[in-house]
């Protein structure tokens, strides 16, 4: 990692300020957005204090067990999704979400969890280094599965909005600067040589030598100084010196299967990339990618993340006759918020020849 920490952090402080500051405004909306009747009646004040009675009730009775309920049937395995939607957007739900909130616990804060949970923990042993790829690769499934319902359905309903071709870029373009920063450091020189200085306290010239042309062999590294093929003297010696010395905290990058593959397909300009200070771009891309997900989740379709899951939590323990009027009114303007215009409900919904007659691609179920 570059040693420009000062604009890292000021680039995750600023994303964090954002996507906290968003939330909080996405999530006041829902007491201060007045839909029909019931909102029009209800105070501000009313709806939070009703809101909150509303919830310490359900949490200190039987209804917390329906809770509980919804949240694993309905929100851990999204059961609600396979039903209405079908296998393949289910699938591709579960494939997105639980790979990338992998790569979120396993990767980018392995610092904060993973190194917590593991005291032998290197992002460059296994399983760790192939999880990292393994997960990428159920995100990208996933994102094929997107990208292909939308291509190959003949469905007329199926729509394609701003926010849904956003939300697949911006996931899409956080995992491949990843995968390509992972297979141009397995190809930069001065990362291996920095790896040297840092944790293998290696100083003999012939062992660093030999050690250099085993991993030019064998870890897709690019080095200046070593011609190939590689003498196989050299690379027995070479492979001794990774036995002593560096098998302890790295693997075969093979094991990264798709930053392996990277490193293979940018092979004839590495050099150029790394003389270039190609790593250390590469990062920054990355990041800012990561961090413009984060700052953008409350003003983007993914913000359907946080609304979805409440929704459906309060779907499942609300009694409509019981409700308060002020406990309606945001209810309502939630699950308005939690709706992604995804046309789903209009595929099925008996009232759906209304969007026809009215011109309204995304006719919500309530309509009717």
């Not at 059961?79 to 591709?92: D, I, P, S, T, Y």
């Not at 917590?116 to 159920?138: H, I, K």
């Not at 870890?219 to 302890?248: D, R």
């Not at 359907?304 to 002020?326: I, K, T």
Request: charged fraction near 15%.
């Amino acid at each position: 990692m570059p040693n420009h920490m000062f604009a890292f952090n000021a680039l995750l402080y600023s994303s964090f300020l954002i996507c906290i500051t968003g939330l909080v405004y996405r999530i006041a909306t829902w007491f201060v957005l007045s839909i029909g009747i019931q909102g029009k009646k209800a105070s501000i004040h009313r709806r939070i204090t009703a809101a909150s009675i509303a919830f310490f009730r359900v949490l200190f009775s039987l209804n917390v067990l329906k809770l509980l309920q919804a949240f694993v049937i309905d929100i851990v395995f999204q059961r609600r999704l396979f039903v209405k939607a079908g296998f393949a957007r289910w699938l591709a739900h579960l494939l997105i979400f639980y790979g990338f909130l992998s790569l979120l616990f396993l990767h980018a804060l392995d610092a904060v969890i993973t190194q917590r949970l593991f005291s032998d923990y290197y992002s460059t042993l296994n399983p760790f280094l192939f999880l990292r790829d393994f997960f990428g690769a159920l995100v990208l499934s996933g994102l094929a599965i997107a990208v292909g319902r939308r291509v190959v359905s003949t469905h007329r309903r199926i729509r394609t909005t701003r926010m849904d071709a956003y939300a697949i870029v911006i996931v899409a373009f956080i995992v491949f600067s990843g995968i390509f920063l992972e297979g141009l450091a397995m190809t930069s020189h001065s990362e291996f040589e920095r790896m040297l200085s840092d944790y293998a306290g290696l100083y003999d010239e012939e062992e660093i030598k030999a050690l250099e042309a085993f991993w030019v062999e064998n870890f897709a590294l690019v080095s200046p100084a070593v011609q190939t093929p590689v003498n196989a003297e050299l690379l027995a010696q070479g492979a001794e010196v990774n036995e002593t010395y560096c098998i302890s905290c790295h693997v075969s990058n093979k094991w990264g299967f798709w930053g392996y593959s990277a490193a293979k397909g940018i092979r004839p300009f590495a050099l150029w990339l790394d003389q270039a200070g190609g790593v250390a771009v590469c990062w920054y891309i990355h990041i800012v990618g990561c961090f413009l997900g984060l700052a953008l989740l409350p003003f983007s379709k993914m913000f359907h993340m946080v609304s979805v899951p409440v929704s459906m939590s309060v779907s499942a323990v609300r009694n409509p006759d019981r409700s308060s009027p002020e406990n309606l009114a945001t209810i309502e303007a939630m699950e308005l918020d939690a709706c992604t215009h995804c046309g789903v409900c209009s595929q099925t919904c008996s009232a759906a020849m209304m969007s026809e007659v009215m011109g309204n691609e995304y006719i919500r179920r309530r309509r009717k």
